[in-house]
């Protein structure tokens, strides 16, 4: 290990020099600065591709780089072995990364303020409320199982009661009735399930209990410390990026079809669909990412029921406070 | 004979094209699970519709497997020579080699990309899967040289490197290529593997990922069959060159004598026993290195101390000790009945060619399309079909296994001397009696062979099912982990899931050494 650190140490160093002797400002002007986000290349992150096309970053003095998720990848991972600055997480995983591997890290902000992800089935087959669920089944993603023990902990719901099985982002079980619901961002499937000839039904889980964030923006302790005019240079062009995006959701996903969305399979329709189902799950009355004392208080609460102690320290607002 | 040939030829190609209909009117009238098999007509529409997406897909993937076959085949080829000239150093490797075989790919991915970036773990999981195909290929083909040749250069006053260049080596091309030919394959659905779990932008995996939710099977089976079609040709290329190369180095010939057994049976029992040790030992070191080199912190990336730490020393050791005992619980007797359904699958199939030639030529291809179709891209069309119980794993776990079985028996089943076989018809026997009596003893051999292939596989299959179709067991332990970050288990699984594998295999193996020594046979490797 000591090795390693001294060669990354000294390729860093060499490269710092060289470029520091030939380009003086525009090192100094573009610090390079890596996120990762939470998963394949969607409207999930239209606000970040749109500060990126528009030079957002550039203008804060950032040289960004975007770095896609898939299944495999586990942001807060990215975080930890030093790939990124910064990560796009889910608040339960992050939480228990804190409280259980003893991960430094704190949550700097919110890109959801209520999460997306909700109970979806079909409306000839309803499932209006987490009792509804007794007796059916339920396809959710295995790592999502956590989330789904804490809707159905909060809401006095037997475990047993509820057959769960796992869901590989496909809804085709569901519309075959194979499933009764799935457990997906109802920002994204019903589009889908439209599309096949079905009606789709859904709620969030936030309006049952579980109040949580969703797109947590993470950093390590370090990386705060030693970064924090990076990381108010982050949010400030994400915020705008967002603002923009979200002003008229139609606007943008059908420009990036042939760079942010080429190839990744899905169309833009559905784009824009996603887009405008997530404008009032990310604005917030005190700018986006905000994180207001009493919506800190419903995560930690929300998370108590599962066992995943949080505390006010896991969240730093002061960043939030200075953009 | 070339008529006889087009003879033999047409009713394959006859089966084949009763097949594709059949699949053509079952879609179009939605026959199978409610539609879920789109018809063939469609998959093309679609794939005509899709065809801007292809090539940046195509190519990416391409790419990945490209630079991990080649990096595989350098390292195994090197490994080939190097285990043939020092046996000992083959003696100390064979753990690895074995585990390298062995590894579950889908229980190695998220650790791939949990401590390598970018490219590297489609790299790395492509080059894995070409490794061992490859090195044995080489330890084989250097093994059997043509020891006249070798003399030739020895009574000229060449030692055993000059040998090695200029018998062996030689000598050794139609197998290296022929363990390329079945590497290629390999090399692809790796860096598939790698690319629909790792993040990236391109690469079939993750086109594959993001179509997923739209619930539209026609664009999955066109990037299913896309896969089958780049593994086929990649196959094609080797089987080509080979075709091309094989007709130079043969001898015209017949050697009568073996070479020379490179096994040292009768080295002192010390350093047997030290060679044994360190072959079990030197995995656990590699694993070790691979850590402090990649210089991931040990938080999320564990040595083989921080998995037992983790199991047995840490103050949560007691709750994943019983995680996990409860995950091999449902999946040890699942995979037992898989290895016996997926040999008997692959048994039943080589017995059929030998009585229905034509019928297993014309599901040839079916059996090609499940062997490099992403099981993932059928998950829903196998549920609705098959439930999400017992018979859903046993059919992913024969569809995982049954291939490479199914070579290897019909391989035996081919070589039964033909002075043998006709015998019983001279007899009058009926082919039936015939097999029974004479073909299946004769390819017991081939048999244990294809059940040591079977039974590390089986355990793959299980996992596979258990992460897409039935949420039980090590494979949905393996991915609920991650969502509860604990890195400890997903390390553990991995490892506990390639010993597993590995132990499968020695049990095979020493059934199999006892049962052929007593038969008086050869084991086939």
Request: charged share 15%; aromatic share 10%; net charge neutral.
């Amino acid at each position: 290990m000591p090795l390693t650190i001294g060669r990354r140490g000294f390729l860093q160093g060499t490269a710092m020099a060289g470029t520091a002797l030939a380009l003086p400002y525009a090192a100094w002007a573009a610090t390079p600065f890596t996120m990762q986000a939470a998963w394949i290349n969607d409207a999930e992150f239209a606000g970040y591709f749109l500060g990126m096309d528009k030079g957002y970053y550039a203008e804060e003095g950032l040289d960004l780089t975007y770095l896609p998720g898939g299944p495999d990848v586990i942001p807060e991972s990215t975080l930890i072995a030093g790939r990124a600055d910064l990560a796009l997480t889910t608040p339960d995983t992050t939480i228990r990364a804190i409280t259980e591997q003893g991960a430094k890290f704190k949550i700097i902000g919110a890109q959801y303020q209520k999460n997306p992800i909700g109970v979806v089935s079909l409306k000839k087959n309803p499932i209006n409320a987490p009792a509804d669920l007794v007796g059916k089944t339920i396809a959710v993603p295995p790592v999502n199982i956590v989330t789904i023990e804490a809707l159905l902990a909060l809401n006095g719901i037997d475990k047993a009661q509820v057959q769960i099985v796992p869901y590989a982002y496909d809804p085709t079980p569901l519309v075959k009735g194979e499933i009764d619901a799935s457990l997906d961002f109802t920002t994204n499937v019903p589009f889908t399930i439209s599309q096949l000839g079905e009606e789709a039904h859904s709620f969030l889980l936030y309006d049952h209990g579980v109040t949580l964030y969703n797109d947590t923006v993470v950093v390590t302790e370090e990386t705060l410390a030693s970064k924090r005019k990076e990381l108010l240079a982050w949010l400030r062009a994400s915020r705008r990026g967002w603002i923009e995006a979200l002003a008229d959701p139609a606007l943008y996903p059908p420009q990036w079809e042939t760079t942010w969305f080429a190839g990744t399979g899905r169309s833009i329709e559905n784009e824009v669909y996603f887009n405008t189902a997530q404008k009032p799950l990310i604005e917030a009355p005190g700018g986006i990412f905000s994180m207001t004392e009493e919506d800190i208080e419903k995560n930690i609460q929300a998370l108590a029921a599962v066992g995943i102690t949080g505390t006010r320290e896991m969240f730093d607002t002061t960043l939030l406070s200075e953009i | 004979m070339a008529n006889r040939r087009r003879f033999r030829h047409s009713p394959v190609l006859r089966n084949l094209l009763i097949l594709l209909m059949v699949w053509e009117v079952a879609g179009q009238l939605k026959l199978v699970a409610g539609g879920a098999l789109p018809p063939l007509s469609d998959i093309a529409i679609r794939f005509w519709q899709d065809r801007a997406d292809y090539p940046g897909h195509v190519a990416a993937t391409v790419w990945s497997s490209t630079l991990g076959f080649l990096i595989g085949n350098v390292l195994a080829i090197g490994a080939g020579v190097l285990f043939v000239l020092f046996p000992k150093v083959q003696r100390l490797a064979r753990g690895v080699n074995i585990a390298v075989f062995a590894l579950p790919a889908i229980a190695i991915a998220p650790i791939l990309v949990l401590t390598l970036e970018g490219n590297a773990p489609r790299i790395v999981l492509a080059a894995l899967g070409v490794y061992f195909v490859t090195m044995s290929a080489t330890v084989v083909g250097l093994s059997q040289y043509d020891t006249r040749a070798a003399d030739v250069i020895r009574a000229y006053g060449g030692g055993n490197w000059k040998v090695m260049r200029l018998v062996r080596l030689r000598g050794a091309v139609p197998d290296i290529l022929g363990g390329l030919r079945i590497a290629a394959p390999n090399a692809v659905l790796g860096a598939i593997l790698a690319e629909f779990g790792g993040g990236g932008r391109w690469g079939l995996g993750t086109y594959l990922l993001g179509s997923l939710g739209r619930g539209e099977p026609a664009r999955l089976w066109g990037i299913g069959l896309m896969a089958t079609l780049i593994a086929g040709l990649s196959y094609a290329v080797f089987a080509l060159i080979s075709a091309r190369v094989l007709g130079s180095t043969r001898s015209v010939t017949l050697n009568t004598a073996l070479p020379p057994d490179g096994a040292d049976a009768d080295a002192p029992l010390g350093l047997r026993v030290s060679l044994a040790v360190g072959a079990a030992v030197l995995p656990f070191v590699l694993w070790w290195a691979f850590i402090r080199l990649t210089g991931v912190p040990e938080m999320i990336a564990r040595t083989p101390w921080g998995v037992v730490d983790y199991l047995f020393l840490a103050d949560s050791s007691a709750v994943a000790r019983a995680k996990l005992g409860a995950a091999l619980l449902e999946t040890l007797p699942i995979t037992a009945l898989g290895m016996v359904a997926g040999l008997g699958f692959a048994f039943l199939l080589a017995i059929a060619s030998r009585m229905m030639p034509g019928f297993i030529r014309a599901f040839m291809p079916v059996a090609l399309v499940t062997q490099t179709m992403p099981l993932v891209a059928l998950t829903p069309l196998l549920v609705l079909m098959l439930g999400r119980g017992l018979s859903v794993t046993l059919w992913i776990t024969i569809s995982v296994t049954f291939f490479p079985a199914f070579v290897l028996l019909v391989q035996g089943i081919q070589r039964v001397p033909q002075s043998v076989l006709d015998l019983p018809r001279a007899y009058g026997a009926s082919a039936w009696k015939e097999l029974r009596m004479v073909s299946v003893p004769a390819a017991l051999p081939y048999l244990f062979a294809a059940t040591r292939l079977t039974v590390p596989r089986a355990l793959l299959g299980v996992m596979i099912a258990e992460w897409l179709a039935t949420g039980t067991g090590l494979g949905n332990l393996l991915n609920q982990s991650r969502g509860y970050l604990d890195y400890g288990m997903i390390w553990t699984v991995a490892s506990v899931s390639v010993c597993l594998s590995v132990a499968f295999y020695y049990a095979v193996l020493a059934v199999e050494r006892r049962t052929l020594t007593r038969l008086g046979m050869q084991v086939v490797e």
